[in-house]
């Protein structure tokens, strides 16, 4: 079992920077790749940035060059650095775990809420 606590949302005026947190539990954070969604109201949940085990980064387009991804294996823990937000980049931020030798995520996190808004 994997538990997996985002922390780091809140308020902040457009223009401003935000990085969230993500502690995982478990002794195999180091092998998993992991992610970063959002999710606003009344939209589906979208893949906001990955990172692999060997620390391949990928991101969404809306956020390529705003967003960074990076993750500290001895302390379990995944980031995401957002700079120059934006009113649109309002969700709640979930964090994931990718299952390992195959595509997709198994474990979520309970999510943070990111507001952008003057």
């Known amino acids: 079992q994997v538990q997996l606590v985002e922390s780091g949302g809140g308020l902040v005026q457009p223009g401003g920077s935000l990085r969230l947190s993500c502690a995982a539990s478990?002794?195999?954070?180091?092998?998993?790749?992991m992610g970063w969604y959002r999710q606003a109201p009344g939209k589906q949940r979208e893949l906001v940035a990955a990172?692999?085990?060997?620390?391949?980064?990928t991101y969404a387009d809306s956020v390529k060059g705003r967003f960074t991804i990076s993750r500290d294996n001895a302390k379990n823990t995944l980031y995401l650095q957002m700079n120059s937000l934006k009113p649109e980049d309002t969700a709640v931020y979930y964090c994931?775990?990718?299952?390992?030798?195959?595509?997709?995520?198994?474990?979520w996190g309970q999510g943070t809420q990111v507001t952008v808004s003057s």
């Open positions: 990172i692999t085990r060997d620390v391949r980064t």
């Open positions: 478990g002794n195999t954070f180091r092998i998993n790749a």
């Open positions: 994931a775990k990718g299952i390992v030798g195959a595509i997709g995520y198994d474990y």
